[in-house]
């Protein structure tokens, strides 16, 4: 099943019921971490089995840009454009710039990381992982023993490669995502099936960590994973079903609803395509409102 629902008024200001859902790539293991590169027009993902990230464009389709990829899941940029990657076979968030990689971050206190997951950065350099245990299945990066007792949020401070502990309080700490002014940071965690919501400081303290939502429907499959969001601070959250849609007051506007498992989503192109990574495929469904990739968010 493939729809849009509308639940409440303001979702007709974010996406037309009647927009069609386009499959824009296929025939992949599963797919995850896309992020869109604004400067090469092109949308970077990853299928985690399959050891590769791909890219797409209109103009080119389907590209391998690299495999092996160390199990690669999340992605995104930096302000200087270089590429961050967390990969799970490495246990480690990466740094791809001119052509070259280099570890941001790999272990905490002496112990190696689980497996960094989702990613996303601040305009001034700091990195912000999850770093669950999905990683270290056989398949997925592993098998490998996992040595820290927990799994947490971190940051990397800008030219630094000890990560900080933001939070050890998730079961599973998965996707994450800030708004455009960086006062919010929402964070999901996909076994209890809930958005918590941080805020931050000038300094970089980071308060609260209410849960902010609950994503539960026992009709679909799929929980909450990766999410991004838009322009006027409306989440865009992987769930049951698809996609869950919120506003910034924690109303549910409405769904989409997907024939697959979900797991990420990601702004491309103009600001109006929202781009979907769900199980072989990779969908994109074109907005009303807008969401800012990375590298256009870093040079405005």
């Known amino acids: 099943m493939m ?27 599963f797919t995850e971490g896309p992020v869109w590169n604004s400067r090469e027009n092109k949308l970077f993902f990853s299928d985690i089995p399959a050891n590769t990230i791909y890219t797409w464009s209109e103009s080119e389709g389907v590209q391998e840009y690299r495999k092996p990829s160390k199990y690669s899941n999340g992605m995104t940029y930096l302000p200087n454009g270089s590429l961050v990657m967390c990969e799970h076979q490495s246990r480690s968030v990466t740094i791809t710039k001119d ?27 700091s990195i912000f992982f999850s770093d669950p245990i999905y990683g270290l299945r056989l398949g997925m990066g592993g098998p490998a023993e996992q040595e820290l007792e927990f799994q947490g949020v971190f940051r990397i401070p800008p030219d630094e490669t000890i990560p900080l502990l933001i ?17 919010r940071l929402y964070i999901t965690d996909t076994v209890r099936q809930h958005i918590r919501l941080f805020r ?34 409306n ?37 109006h395509s929202l781009f979907i990574t769900s199980s ?5 469904i074109r907005c009303i409102t807008a969401g ?5 968010l870093f040079d405005s």
Request: aromatic residues 10%; contains cysteine; negative net charge.
């Open 235 to 271: 989440v865009f959250c992987t769930g049951p079903g698809g996609i869950w849609v919120f506003s910034p007051e924690a109303q549910l506007l409405g769904r989409i609803y997907l024939p697959d498992k979900t797991a990420n989503l990601a702004w491309g192109e103009d600001g």
């Open 99 to 125: 052509g070259k990689i280099q570890k941001a971050a790999s272990t905490f206190k002496g112990k190696k990381l689980n497996s960094p997951n989702d990613v996303v950065c601040a305009e001034d350099g």
């Open 3 to 29: 729809k849009i629902e509308n639940l409440l008024p303001g979702f007709l200001d974010l996406i037309n019921p009647e927009t069609e859902i386009e499959t824009v790539a296929e025939g992949f293991e």
């Open 292 to 296: 800012t990739p990375p590298l256009d």
């Open 167 to 183: 939070t050890d309080t998730f079961e599973r700490p998965n996707g994450l995502a800030f708004n455009n002014d960086e006062s």
């Open 200 to 233: 931050k400081d000038d300094h970089w303290q980071m308060a609260g960590g209410e849960v902010w939502v609950e994503l539960w429907d026992d009709d679909y499959a799929g929980r909450p994973d990766g999410l991004k969001v838009d322009n006027q601070g």
């Open 280 to 284: 072989s495929k990779v969908y994109r």
